[in-house]
């Protein structure tokens, strides 16, 4: 039963325009949403994340935001740059539960 | 600061053998979590280790079975292995209520 969906495998995107990755969930439980960016040969790496009592969060490049009435969040990546090419897992859990749900994670190639 | 360790890097066994893994955790941190990434997916959930106790499992048989170590390093034993055990294993560490896990870079599992 997969509760964090990723449907969309890969994403090129040029150099210097937005990356916009999304994710949809269907636990209603879930309170605390994270995105990881896996390089190869290396374990995911935490980019940011966003707590359901807020529908946006920013960290320099990076802003998540979030739909809880779609059940929906998105990381937008602007302006994109070579050294964001990686697979970019979304993550979710849920209040007093450590375990975290992933999705199938999007491919991001950044093209010069 | 040495991040999350994880050893071996890769492992090949054959069907029916067992399988131990180690990880050691981030500086600091006491709570460790195992998840399995199966080629092409998202990490799975395997389960938790807090206070040298199993805290939380996820839906994996009861071949899959771990332990914590007084010194918070851990390791995940796998008995009877299938082919379908083949994947990449991933430890990730964090401490008490923060929810950002550190992951390790993974053992890649393959088994023949």
């Known amino acids: 039963d997969q509760q964090v969906k990723q449907n969309s495998p890969s994403l090129s995107v040029q150099e210097g325009r937005i990356s916009i990755l999304n994710c949809d969930y269907t636990n209603s439980m879930f309170d605390y949403f994270l995105w990881y960016k896996k390089y190869p040969a290396e374990g995911p790496t935490f980019l940011i994340s966003i707590s359901s009592i807020k529908d946006k969060n920013e960290d320099g490049r990076f802003t998540v935001f979030l739909n809880k009435s779609a059940k929906h969040l998105s990381l937008h990546i602007v302006p994109s740059q070579p050294g964001d090419s990686a697979v970019y897992f979304c993550?979710?859990?849920?209040?007093?539960?450590?375990?975290?749900?992933f999705g199938a994670g999007t491919t991001v190639t950044v093209r010069a | 600061d040495a991040g999350v360790t994880q050893s071996p890097t890769h492992l090949i066994k054959t069907r029916g053998q067992q399988v131990t893994l180690r990880c050691s955790p981030k500086?600091?941190?006491?709570?460790v979590s195992w998840y399995q990434q199966a080629l092409g997916q998202g990490p799975q959930f395997i389960f938790q280790y807090y206070e040298e106790e199993e805290r939380q499992r996820g839906n994996f048989p009861d071949r899959f079975s771990g332990h914590q170590f007084p010194n918070y390093s851990s390791e995940l034993n796998v008995n009877a292995l299938l082919l379908g055990d083949s994947a990449l294993y991933l430890c990730?560490?964090?401490?008490?209520?923060?929810?950002?896990?550190?992951f390790g870079p993974g053992t890649r599992l393959t088994v023949l």
């Open positions: 500086s600091g941190h006491d709570t």
């Open positions: 990730a560490s964090f401490l008490g209520a923060d929810n950002e896990q550190f």
């Open positions: 993550a979710a859990s849920a209040a007093n539960d450590y375990k975290l749900s």
